[in-house]
Each structure stands twice: as C-alpha cells, then as structure tokens.
T-cell receptor, first 115, second 117 residues
C-alpha cells in the first residue's frame, strides 16, 4: 500500500495570503487527487492532479484559486490562493496506485485555519 | 450524476454490541465499487471494506460486513463486537468502474459513531 506524506499537517494563515500543501508518495502512483473537507462536512473533490499537464478541476473549483502541480509520479502540490476564512478546511491528498487498483489511499490531511 | 446518502448523522453503540450504518446511492451505471471509509480524530482516512457491484456476495472483513442490495441501491455496514477504537466518522463512497483508476470517489455526508464503554 502507498504511504503518503502530506505537509504541513496544520497551519494558521492570514487572509489574503497563500499556502502550498505538499503531497509525497513513497511509490509511483497512477492518480493523485485533492479533496477538501469543510468543518463537519464530507469530502469534496477539488481536482485530479495530472502529471506534466494541467490539473482537471471539478465544478466550482478554478485554477486561479487552487493551482496544482504534479511534476512527477510521486509528488504534487496544492496551493490555496488569496485565502479567506471560508477556505478554512481540511485538505487531503489521495492516490490510487495502478490503473486496475480500486483502493484509494489518503494522506493525513492539512488542517487550514484562515484568520 | 451519482449521489451517496447517509441518513444517520450520528449513531451510538455499546461496547461489544452490533451496530448498522446505512447508506443509499443513486446511479444509472451497473459497474461500480462501493466503499466504507473510517476517519478517526487523527483525520486519517482508512478503508474499512469494499464491494464490487457485480459480485452478489456481501463483503466481509473480520468484524465488518456489508449488506449490499443492488436493486434497492443500498449498502449498509454492520460492525459486530464493537470496540472503543471503532469510534470515528464513517463515510460511504461510490466509484464508477469505467476508466479504471481515473474515476473519483463520491462520498456521503458521514455518520459519526460513538462507542460507549
């Protein structure tokens, strides 16, 4: 099973600033996803991180607000830009190892508080 | 569009007893996977059990089992001999099988399970 290291684990940020979250996997994986979990809510997919190309964003999420990079098969970053208190959430990285594998593995999440 | 519904925001069970968490889903597809994930206070999402839609036999993992009713689009989780460590948020999730790993997970709203000693 894939082991995911997600950093930082938590942060408190000033509104108007940006935070970049890193996701490092210990093996090459097919798919990498970024989810948002607002307080007391379920997980909502922000985007699929594509290696070497632009991420695929879900409805309601845009690249200017959540730029994503994936330079290789083991690493991705999510930036939360121009933050407001509404961005206070847990952000989770998720991976799937191979094309035929059904199991998704998750990082421990980043708890972001915007003040 | 696929949707997943968990109608029980909170549940409570006595230690060593059995509890069932409910999940229903809506899809027009016939080939998909269903999952139950556990999220303890540590925030780590942990896969509890998975079910392949084309398999009629209900999945079982130790104390965890599911009741998969494909026609009714129901996928409940039964936890037997509940332990204190089972206390967590439980999410039901759906994933279509077309396109393999490219398919995203769609989550329900979660059920917070408390285990009473």
């Amino acid at each position: 099973s894939a082991v995911i290291s997600q950093k930082p684990s938590r942060d408190i940020c000033q509104r108007g600033t940006s935070l970049t979250i890193q996701c490092q996997v210990d093996s090459q994986v097919t798919m990498m996803f970024w989810y948002r979990q607002q307080p007391g809510q379920s997980l909502t997919l922000i985007a699929t991180a594509n290696q070497g190309s632009e991420a695929t964003y879900e409805s309601g999420f845009v690249i200017d607000k959540f730029p994503i990079s994936r330079p290789n098969l083991t690493f991705s970053t999510l930036t939360v830009s121009n933050m407001s208190p509404e961005d206070s959430s847990i952000y989770l990285c998720s991976v799937t190892e191979t094309q035929g594998n059904t199991e998704a593995f998750f990082g421990q999440g980043t708890r972001l508080t915007v003040v | 569009a696929q949707t997943v519904t968990q109608s029980q925001p909170e549940m409570s069970v006595q230690e060593a007893e059995t509890v069932t968490l409910s999940c229903t889903y809506d899809t027009s597809e016939s080939d998909y996977y269903l999952f139950w994930y556990k999220q303890p206070p540590s925030r780590q999402m942990i896969l509890v059990i998975r079910q392949e839609a084309y398999k009629q036999q209900n999945a079982t993992e130790n104390r965890f089992s599911v009741n998969f009713q494909k026609a009714a689009k129901s996928f409940s989780l039964k936890i037997s001999d509940s332990q204190l460590g089972d206390a967590a948020m439980y999410f039901c999730a759906y994933r279509r099988n077309y396109g393999g790993a490219t398919n995203k997970l769609i989550f329900g709203t979660g059920t917070l399970l408390a285990v009473q000693p």
